[in-house]
Structure formats: structure tokens, C-alpha cells
């Protein structure tokens, strides 16, 4: 079954420096999602992707935060100068295009650390 | 705003029937969700409910009213490995179908 993939599955940064969280989405959807959950807590919406644009973003995505689908396989998700509050798992999902009763689909995560 | 909730935790016995309940109060609502949550895993799709009644999938059924903002996921012939986490999601109307999650039940099951 096609799945979606994500890497690193843990990274440690210091903080202040930029972080780059890649995905591979299922093939064949378009829609393209990042959420995060910290840890103990609910998973929590961050943006929303699709035809090449952010299509709807949270509080949470502020200014330091990006997206991006730099080819037709990969949707990346940056971090500019992170901080100690971005400690969290990172979650990509994507869904596929037929009837907005689609799943959306979650890879396992980036469990990101911040020291 | 929106307001989705689930009990904290809850426990049952291998083999039996266990009924995790949502309520959500949100403006704008275009379907239910339920995914399973092992720890430190990822979510994985279980249902989807959008209409009021009942929808079966196996061991598992969701059911959802919406005059009520109420939902249930139900669990027939509890294994050991169905502890987990169960996450109730809302998706909302408009936009580009963004899920708001509950902070999920953990269930426990014993033999």
C-alpha cells in the first residue's frame, strides 16, 4: 500500500539555526498538509498545500515557517530560526483528489529537537 | 471557534466492546474523522462519518449526529494491540478540508 515518507525521522538542531523537514507524499494526491504535535499534546493543524500555493495556514505558521514542492515528488517544510518552542513530532499527510470524503494520509513523522 | 471533546482515558477487557465518545461545537463542519494513534507513530485513518447514522467497517463503527455534535467510535472484540490512542477529528467547511483534531482518548486494554 503506498504510504507517505518522511526524513529524517528525528532531527536535533541548535537553536536558532534553519531546519529543512522533507516529505514524500503518495503519489497520485494533490493535497498536501503539515501538522505538528507536541509531545502529550493534540496534533495540530499548519498549513494546507495545493496546485503549488499555500492554500490555508494556522496562527501557528508564522513568518518563520515555509512550504515548498520543489520538484513533483518532494513537499518540504522549513523552519528559518527555530526556537525552543518548535520542539515537536511533525507530521505530514496528504490526500488524493477523489471526493472530499478522502482520508488524509499521515507519514510517521519528524520528531524535531531543539536544544 | 471550535471545541472538540474526548475522555482522557479509558480501559476495557480483551474481547470486549468499548464506546469512545467525541462532542464538538465548531463553526463550520463538513465531516468526522476517526484515526488510531499508537505512541510515537503516526495517526492512521480509521472512519469517516459526514451523514447522521451509523457506518461499519469491520470491528469498528462510527456513529454521528449532528444536530447533537456527537460522535462515537465503537470497538467490537477488543485485542490486546488496540491499545492506543483514538483521535476524533473535525474537518471544516470552505478551505482545503484542514482537519482540528481532539486531544485524543487512550484506551488500555487488559487481558
Known amino acids: 500500500e503506498p504510504e507517505v515518507t518522511q526524513t529524517p525521522s528525528h532531527q536535533v538542531t541548535q537553536m536558532g539555526q534553519e531546519v529543512i523537514l522533507r516529505c514524500v507524499p503518495i503519489?497520485?494526491?494533490?493535497?498536501f498538509y503539515w501538522y505538528r504535535q507536541i509531545l502529550g499534546q493534540k496534533v495540530e493543524f499548519l498549513v494546507s498545500f495545493y496546485n503549488n500555493e499555500i492554500s490555508e495556514k494556522s496562527e501557528i505558521f508564522d513568518d518563520q515557517f515555509s512550504v515548498e514542492r520543489p520538484d513533483g515528488s518532494n513537499f518540504t517544510l522549513k523552519i528559518r530560526s527555530t526556537k525552543l518552542e518548535d520542539s515537536a513530532m511533525y507530521f505530514c499527510a496528504s490526500r488524493s483528489e477523489g471526493g472530499s470524503n478522502q482520508p488524509q494520509h499521515f507519514g510517521d513523522g519528524t520528531r524535531l529537537s531543539i536544544l | 471557534g471550535q471545541n472538540i471533546d474526548q475522555p482522557t482515558e479509558m480501559t476495557a477487557t480483551e474481547g470486549a466492546i468499548v464506546q469512545i465518545n467525541c462532542t464538538y461545537q465548531?463553526?463550520?463542519?463538513?465531516?468526522l474523522f476517526w484515526y488510531q494513534q499508537h505512541a510515537g507513530e503516526a495517526p492512521t485513518f480509521l472512519s469517516y462519518?459526514?451523514?447522521?447514522g451509523l457506518e461499519e467497517k469491520g470491528r469498528f463503527s462510527s456513529f454521528l449526529s449532528r444536530s447533537k455534535g456527537y460522535s462515537y467510535l465503537l470497538l467490537k472484540e477488543l485485542q490486546m494491540k488496540d491499545s492506543a490512542s483514538y483521535l476524533c477529528?473535525?474537518?471544516?467547511?470552505?478551505?482545503?478540508?484542514?482537519?482540528?483534531f481532539g486531544a485524543g482518548t487512550r484506551l488500555a486494554v487488559h487481558p
Open positions: 465548531t463553526s463550520g463542519f463538513n465531516g
Open positions: 477529528a473535525v474537518r471544516k467547511s470552505g478551505g482545503y478540508n484542514k482537519l482540528i
Open positions: 503519489s497520485n494526491h494533490l493535497y
Open positions: 462519518n459526514v451523514l447522521d
